[in-house]
């Protein structure tokens, strides 16, 4: 039991950091890491759990970002409340899906992201946006989409948000990173809502990676703010991280069957 509450710890951890750093990464590390590492044996249960503690870290992580100036409130609020209604419904949907193949599918669309992320764009202004329509359409669209993609997988999103961000509205990568914390908090929340409605949340495994999820998140923004310096580095460990999760996912997965 000692052991079990320690490596949950230890994984919130590693949790926290992800977010910090990349804005992503919380529930496509929390799963994985709680089947894996604490024990878990149904996915579903594994997911609901890492929704409660991904969107309790995200806000805790939200707050380094926006004292640091890393946040596009407007922004965030025009995706957050196009994305809040598709979570609950992806959530919904994912929840009478095959555990294992929603696992597999997942880590194909991490692949098909990463790939996107790689590809060469000019970046933004740092600038906050002017509110135009146009932009106001494509933040709600891709936040609705993305939403939708976020509850139906079981994650906040982060690894989702912070690509859509970027490809809309063509924020900086820092900037897409704190602000999609917030998206990733709500939609974790609305994710861990449906899954504790149906008893798929263990509450005391969801506090330990809580409790580790405060320094990680703490060490992992201050990572972020120093890389964000270098030209093009942020957006490749983002990636790398989104591979080295996908291939261990199928990796494991095709192990299972």
């Avoid at 899906?97 to 669309?109: N, P, V």
């Avoid at 669209?141 to 063509?170: K, N, Q, R, W």
């Amino acid at each position: 039991m000692i052991l079990t509450a320690l490596l949950a710890v230890c994984c919130g951890v590693l949790v926290g950091f992800t977010l910090g750093l990349i804005g992503g990464g919380g529930s496509i590390l929390a799963t994985p890491l709680l089947l894996y590492v604490v024990g878990m044996q149904d996915p579903h249960l594994a997911i609901g759990t890492g929704a409660v503690a991904v969107s309790a870290n995200a806000f805790m992580n939200l707050n380094g970002h926006a004292r640091a100036g890393n946040v596009r409130w407007p922004t965030a609020a025009i995706f957050t409340a196009a994305g809040v209604g598709g979570a609950y419904a992806g959530s919904t949907l994912g929840k009478a899906f095959d555990g294992q193949r929603l696992l597999i599918l997942f880590a194909f669309l991490m692949i098909a992201i990463g790939v996107l992320m790689l590809r060469p764009r000019h970046e933004g202004p740092h600038a906050p946006a002017v509110l135009t329509p146009g932009y106001v359409l494509r933040t709600a669209g891709t936040g609705l989409g993305v939403g939708m993609l976020s509850g139906f997988f079981g994650i906040g999103g982060g690894f989702l948000i912070v690509p859509g961000l970027i490809f809309a509205t063509g924020m900086p990568m820092i900037y897409a990173i704190g602000t999609s914390l917030f998206a990733v908090g709500m939609f974790g929340l609305t994710t861990a809502a449906n899954y504790a409605m149906s008893g798929l949340v263990d509450w005391t495994v969801a506090g330990e990676y809580i409790a580790g999820g405060v320094l990680g998140g703490l060490l992992g923004m201050r990572a972020a703010i120093y890389l964000s310096g270098r030209k093009q580095t942020l957006t490749r460990v983002f990636v790398g991280i989104i591979f080295v999760v996908a291939a261990y996912m199928l990796w494991r997965s095709a192990g299972s069957r």
